[in-house]
């Protein structure tokens, strides 16, 4: 914290982050800057909660932002250990395919994608966001997933619990 109308700062891990200036005047309302984000060149850092729910039977969307200079180039998500994929890869005269085959102990149902889950990517601002949509949830869907980032200085890993929302009934008399 300063009160000077300037703030110097030796650029750190530690100092980086988020800056806001505050004016107060005697008789006027304080001001109040909009945010200045002040970054390093270091491995990725998870701005997302490492507790999320979601309800039993429904869609759920986990949420993984990450924020770096430089920007990540891999960014997965892993549950009991084993990266998740919406398909697996095979491939046919040169070409590349997603299949998906789930396999039960009386037949084998195949299809182009993984039905249960979905991974969808977008650019952030210095960074990257993935969400891992988990379709029409079971009750073995809950536990602790683990969303890696990395870029060309280190990697990252936030371990997410995912536990299930309580569905609340509220009962009156009449």
């Not at 701005?47 to 932002?65: K, R």
């Not at 060309?152 to 009156?172: P, Q």
Request: with cysteine; net charge positive.
């Amino acid at each position: 914290m300063s009160h000077s109308q300037n703030l110097t700062l030796t650029l750190t891990a530690r100092t980086s982050g988020v800056y806001f200036c505050h004016a107060t005047v005697p008789g006027f309302d304080r001001v109040v800057s909009r945010p200045a984000e002040v970054l390093t060149n270091a491995r990725p850092r998870i701005s997302s909660p490492s507790a999320q729910t979601g309800a039993l039977g429904g869609d759920i969307h986990l949420d993984c932002a990450a924020v770096s200079v430089p920007e990540p180039h891999d960014m997965h998500w892993r549950y009991h250990g084993k990266e998740i994929d919406e398909g697996e890869r095979w491939t046919t005269l040169g070409q590349y395919f997603f299949f998906f085959c789930r396999v039960t102990r009386s037949s084998c149902k195949c299809s182009l994608e993984n039905p249960h889950y979905r991974i969808v990517d977008s650019h952030i601002q210095n960074g990257r966001r993935s969400t891992l949509i988990i379709r029409e949830s079971v009750s073995t869907d809950f536990g602790t997933y683990t969303c890696y980032v990395e870029n060309s200085l280190g990697a990252t890993e936030l371990e997410v619990k995912l536990t299930e929302r309580r569905k609340h009934y509220h009962f009156t008399r009449v």
